[in-house]
């Protein structure tokens, strides 16, 4: 959202980015120089905190929706009243916000539109999940199997909550001014031509840096938010060092927790694969593991990494923003999906934009050391193997 709205601030629009106090007080480091930014409450810190999830659901809509209005009518006593309020879609209570000030809504997407058209069709009760393994069919969509839904769906008694937030997603969602989707039309056309002929919709992706698309906007090198403390100048130091595609980028994001076993098993499949590697993990233990053939840090600026030519694949969790970078920046994938979305992502990646290698958990859910494929191809302006 930080992206999209430095991109509307370059085309003259004066954009407020607003992030609840919570978030503000922690580690997250905010960098706009033409976004003012905002806080809001989100109810941390005022009372008992929340025994359950639903609880603290509810607890935060409370205090949020109060907060945002709050802020809007502060704005709208200044000499830039507030026109348009961009909520994220998790957030559908924030268009009743909107439009009680008289303000047009839009509800920013952050999956894929082949996810959403999925979840949108669980929500309206067209898409039945039966147990085992079937074949499924949807409009706009290539035939699926069960393990390329999302988990959410594929697993709904153990996700029951979360699955409920994100289905709340369409509560609203018809009475907003615009849907915004953070893809673009060459890359998901047959699922957006669907949404565009129900609904007003409209792309706005990939939001990631200008420097890694189009180079519109100048000094745009960075998504200017940090959630960690990023190990970027040594990554790019020891990548410097290395030939041409030869270095095999791993990183499974910021949610994903992976078993000890599993842990171990990658560590042991990039050994054994002969490749350099850089690895993006948070378990100090394995820092030490292999120091002759890797290079594993805490955190990077992934897409500098990505950009470089050292790298020659990205082993990836598939999530949304991930699968971006690496399409925008030509580089191929070997998905190794792990829940919500990333099942659906790793099936386009392989069967659909054929930019990448589906890895296979075994009947524990664990992926393997020993699975291993020959690819070869040539994407994006590189020979990578």
């Not at 559908?92 to 999925?118: D, K, M």
């Not at 001014?177 to 890359?187: C, H, P, R, S």
């Not at 790298?311 to 999530?319: A, I, K, L």
Request: charged share 20%; with cysteine; net charge neutral.
């Amino acid at each position: 959202m930080l992206q999209f709205s430095k991109h509307l601030t370059s085309k003259g629009l004066k954009v407020t980015f607003v992030l609840t106090s919570k978030a503000i007080s922690t580690n997250i480091q905010v960098q706009a120089n033409s976004v003012k930014i905002a806080c809001i409450s989100d109810g941390s810190g005022q009372g008992d905190k929340a025994k359950d999830i639903v609880t603290s659901i509810e607890h935060f809509q409370a205090a949020a929706s109060q907060s945002l209005a709050e802020l809007i009518e502060k704005q709208n006593s200044s000499d830039h009243p507030a026109k348009v309020l961009v909520y994220d879609s998790v957030m559908p209570w924030a268009l009743e916000v909107a439009q009680r000030f008289g303000l047009r809504g839009a509800s920013f997407f952050t999956q894929s539109c082949a996810v959403i058209a999925i979840y949108y069709h669980f929500y309206e009760g067209n898409l039945k999940v039966p147990p085992g393994s079937v074949t499924i069919s949807l409009p706009s969509m290539p035939l699926l199997e069960t393990n390329d839904l999302p988990s959410f769906i594929g697993d709904v008694g153990s996700y029951q909550v979360l699955l409920s937030v994100i289905i709340n997603q369409f509560s609203t969602f018809k009475k907003a001014d615009w849907l915004f989707f953070n893809t673009f039309d060459k890359l998901e056309e047959k699922a957006l031509n669907w949404m565009a002929s129900q609904w007003p919709s409209m792309t706005i992706g990939p939001t990631i840096p200008s420097m890694y698309l189009d180079r519109r906007m100048e000094n745009d090198k960075d998504y200017g938010l940090n959630l960690f403390n990023s190990s970027a100048e040594a990554c790019i130091k020891w990548l410097d060092k290395m030939e041409k595609g030869s270095v095999i980028y791993a990183s499974f994001g910021t949610l994903a927790s992976l078993s000890e076993n599993q842990m171990e098993e990658i560590a042991c499949g990039l050994k054994n694969s002969g490749r350099y590697f850089l690895w993006v993990i948070v378990l100090d233990k394995l820092i030490d593991i292999y120091p002759t053939t890797g290079l594993i840090v805490n955190w990077c600026s992934q897409l500098e990494v990505l950009a470089h030519q050292a790298v020659g694949c990205f082993m990836t969790h598939c999530g949304w923003n991930s699968t971006l970078e690496a399409l925008s920046t030509g580089v191929p994938v070997v998905a190794v999906s792990q829940w919500t979305d990333q099942d659906t992502n790793a099936r386009f990646i392989v069967d659909v934009w054929n930019v990448g290698l589906r890895v296979k958990a075994n009947d524990k859910g664990i992926i393997t050391r020993g699975d291993r494929r020959e690819y070869k191809r040539s994407y994006g302006g590189r020979n990578r193997e």
